[in-house]
């Protein structure tokens, strides 16, 4: 090993989950490390450009989620733009839902996520691979990493695995599952038709000009029989994002040929993922699991709750025990690699939830070291205790 570090924590991975884990943790004062493989923080919000902050209410004007999760919000828009609509809370009118969400730049997402850290006084490690976990006995003490300086050992008194592929958990031994994948693409586009309609309007918003494709049924491919994909297999990742390129060839071919402001001269893709667009990879087995059809359920060991990006009107309390990895201890997951399966999944994956769980990582992390315990042996009662404490709800009825 070319180098040793030590911490109280590691956080492996810094999108929405890792940064807020690594936070979380930092502002009560613990010396935080947080590994990010690329060198940018933000995860797919950033990187992945998937710009939309999804909402934060019930689509009913009822808020559902705080903390972190709100503090992000509005950090997405800090040197951007984008605005919550301002009738979220009278929803429905008109019959139509606005939510607190918005749409954001993902630069000046990772420009504001940046500032926090630093302010926290968080270590940052960008252009970091995270290799394998370093046990001790059952307990997961650190992790080999790959960088520039070299190959080296970074410890910690407990680890954090907010990768958004349970990599860590997964390499530690712990027991996972896995989710499938179809093919989408976003990105962003220059449009003489867009800035047209800025100068007209004096609104430099719209240059987020977006474009969001997903292969349809009986669309051309160059791999017909792959619809669904492995993102924890090193070749289908290279294939996804190939057949991801092949479709917005086909996009800007067959608008191309049309001529005039969609010619190549004046529509054309500005700026591609620069990761993998995966949604529903690899998540940890858990001491409790979420699923389909438990929405609206009470646990008495909830950490939160979650509304339901897709639709108004289902709320999601969120038990500890899906952050707690079996078969190793002084480890937690964060963000969409929790155990959640089907539509909970699907509903916790996204920005928002991500989070809040980042927040509740590091918060239970935090309470652990400075008890000399492992996440797994934390009282649920003073993890909650901590997050009312923050003005945070843990049960639905607290909401309604």
């Known amino acids: 090993m070319e180098f040793e570090k030590s911490y109280d924590l590691l956080v492996a991975g810094a999108g929405v ?21 690329t060198v940018f923080t933000g995860g797919l919000a950033t990187t992945g450009l998937i710009n939309i902050y999804l909402p934060l209410c019930d689509g009913y004007g009822r808020q559902v989620l705080f903390g972190m999760a709100e503090e992000f919000l509005h950090e997405s828009a800090r040197y951007g733009p984008g605005d919550v609509p301002a009738q979220w809370r009278q929803s429905p009118v008109d019959g139509k839902h606005y939510r607190y969400r918005l749409t954001f730049s993902s630069a000046s997402f990772t420009l504001a996520l940046d500032e926090l850290l630093m ?35 970074v410890y910690a008194k407990c680890v954090i695995d907010a990768t958004g592929d349970a990599d860590v958990a997964y390499r530690a031994g712990c027991e996972c599952a896995y989710g499938e994948n179809f093919t989408s693409i976003w990105i962003f586009q220059a449009s003489l038709a867009t800035a047209r309609q800025v100068a007209e309007s004096g609104d430099a918003s719209a240059l987020l000009d977006g474009v969001r494709l997903r292969s349809q049924p009986g669309q051309a491919s160059i791999d017909p029989e792959r619809r669904r994909w492995d993102a924890t297999d090193g070749k289908d990742v290279t294939a996804y994002v190939q057949e991801t ?106 920005i928002p939830p ?47």
């Open 17 to 37: 989950a890792g940064c807020a884990a690594a936070l979380e943790a930092a502002r009560a004062g613990l010396k935080v490390a947080l590994l990010e493989k």
């Open 119 to 153: 302010k926290a006084g968080v270590d940052l490690w960008l252009d970091t691979l995270v290799c394998l976990p370093i046990l001790d006995g059952n307990r997961v003490v650190g992790v080999e990493v790959e960088n520039k300086s070299g190959r080296g050992a």
């Open 245 to 350: 390129y092949h479709l917005l060839r086909e996009h800007y071919a067959k608008l191309h040929a049309e001529g005039g402001e969609k010619d190549r001269h004046n529509l054309y893709p500005i700026t591609l993922p620069a990761m993998a667009q995966f949604r529903r990879t690899r998540r940890i087995v858990g001491q409790a699991t979420l699923s389909d059809g438990q929405d609206g359920q009470r646990f008495e060991d909830s950490i939160g709750i979650s509304p339901d990006w897709r639709k108004p009107g289902p709320i999601w309390e969120i038990p500890y025990g899906t952050l707690v990895p079996r078969g190793r201890d002084a480890i937690l997951a964060a963000g969409r690699c929790i155990d959640s399966e089907g539509d909970a999944w699907e509903v916790l994956r996204v």
């Open 354 to 400: 991500a989070a809040h769980t980042g927040q509740v990582a590091g918060l239970a992390a935090t309470l652990a070291i400075q008890n000399g315990t492992v996440p797994r042996e934390v009282p649920v009662d003073a993890i909650q205790k901590a997050l009312r404490e923050k003005g945070i709800p843990l049960h639905i009825d607290e909401v309604l």
